[in-house]
């Protein structure tokens, strides 16, 4: 409770400072959180990888089957539950269509962006060099290679070399950790930082606009999913889901500001094992590969802004293209990485491939950095509450066959 204070005291603090507008706080500001940033970034994948690689290789094939089965699972069900909530706002709310002369005006700054089509975003997950994934960072890439090195060493017959193998990468993980903590000791001064940042954002005027409606679909889609949808999910499963937000209160606040469920990967795993009890092998399996494929606020933000642009575009929104651009985008947000922006570039890819005008994202450009936040917030919280889930049930199941 008294870290929670001192957070909240970093976030008022951070907030007061950014207000001031003045030139030398926003630059330090901005360097401060620039520099946590690439911290978290540099530790999210040696993380990610270690933690599926050390699973994989310890903890069994089998055993890990029935973990990532209830994970594909709560996963799907909490997407796709997500993706409803945003298209029933957009058919109730009923945002309008902007404006030609704001639409001509964003063209620019949208085309630009559009150099990568979803095919070139699927082919980019295939590995073809082993190093390039680790110095790109490509969240897929590593995982395929790490399930690959698991799945190896479980299968490889017991003799000293594997020892060898499993207990330098589980020593090199428990050093990682251990980085972790010690970053997180020091996450004050960048809670701080960031909110300093986003508060000269808001003063400046990227929190304003027209875009009323679409926001209020958008970003009450994904307050929903958080308060009221998810913790539906913990209740059905007996758990109590104050209980749960506040000992994964730490990840949920990184993802806020990182903007990032990869980078907030170390410090989500973190709280999971140390402040929530969950179990090392569960924690260290299920929420590498939440990160990648869970992305509740993502499906939400790829179905309602496609509808919208394509609204824009003079296609008609019936409920036949609703439930198909649904599917569409659970199965998009399962495919796309833990990155900032990621979900703006895959809906850009998205609507560029079916000729919409994808200048309409020009204009949405602006607010997503709210947006980005609240989602990323949202998907930490969500891996949460499928580990949790998870852990419930593997321990259920345990004490059911004893």
């Known amino acids: 409770m008294k ?13 007061i400072l950014g207000l001031l507008g003045l030139w030398w706080i926003n630059t330090t500001a901005d360097f401060v959180a620039a520099v946590f940033t690439r911290l978290f970034q540099l530790l999210a994948v040696p993380t990610i990888v270690l933690a599926v690689i050390t699973t994989f290789a310890t903890f069994g094939s089998k055993g890990s089957g029935r973990i990532f089965g209830h994970t594909l699972i709560y996963t799907l069900l909490t997407t796709i539950a997500a993706a409803i909530v945003g298209a029933i706002l957009f058919v109730v709310i009923k945002p ?23 095919t070139e975003h699927i082919l980019s997950v295939v590995p073809n060099n082993i190093l390039r994934p680790f110095l790109d960072g490509n969240v897929l890439s590593l995982l395929l290679i790490a399930f690959a090195v698991g799945i190896g060493l479980s299968r490889l017959p ?13 020593g090199f993980q428990e050093l990682l950790f251990l980085l972790i903590r010690w970053l997180i000791k020091i996450l004050p001064v960048g809670i701080v930082a960031f909110a300093a940042q986003l508060s000269a954002q808001v003063s400046a005027g990227v929190v304003a606009g027209a875009l009323g409606k679409y926001l209020l679909v958008v970003l009450g889609g994904n307050l929903i999913q958080f308060f009221v949808v998810l913790p539906l999910f913990l209740l059905a499963r007996r758990l109590n889901p104050l209980h749960v937000l506040i000992k994964m209160m ?18 989500t795993i973190n709280s999971a094992e140390q402040r929530l009890s969950v179990k090392p092998n569960i924690a260290r399996f299920v929420l590498p590969i939440c990160t990648t494929i869970n992305m509740n606020g993502c499906a939400a933000f790829i179905l309602v802004t496609s509808l919208f642009v394509m609204q824009n575009g003079g296609t008609p929104i019936t409920f036949s293209t609703i439930l198909l651009w ?77």
């Open 158 to 170: 017991e003799s000293d070399n594997k020892a060898i193998v499993v207990k330098f990468l589980s």
């Open 96 to 118: 309008g269509n902007l404006s030609l002369e704001s639409v001509s005006a964003s063209a620019n700054t949208a085309v630009e962006t559009a150099t990568t089509t979803y």
């Open 3 to 15: 870290q929670m204070f001192i957070w909240i005291g970093a976030l008022i603090i951070g907030a």
């Open 250 to 267: 730490p990840a949920v606040l990184t993802a806020l500001f990182t903007k990032s469920s990869s980078a907030t990967l170390p410090v």
């Open 326 to 402: 649904l599917f569409i985008s659970v199965i998009s947000a399962v495919g796309n990485a833990g990155v900032p922006m990621g979900c703006y570039f895959l809906t850009l890819s998205l609507m560029s491939g079916i000729g919409a005008p994808i200048a309409v994202l020009g204009i949405i450009l602006p607010f997503y950095t709210i947006i980005d936040m609240i989602e990323t917030a949202e998907n930490v919280w969500s891996d949460s509450c499928v580990t949790a889930m998870t852990d419930k049930d593997l321990e259920h199941n345990k004490q059911s066959v004893s």
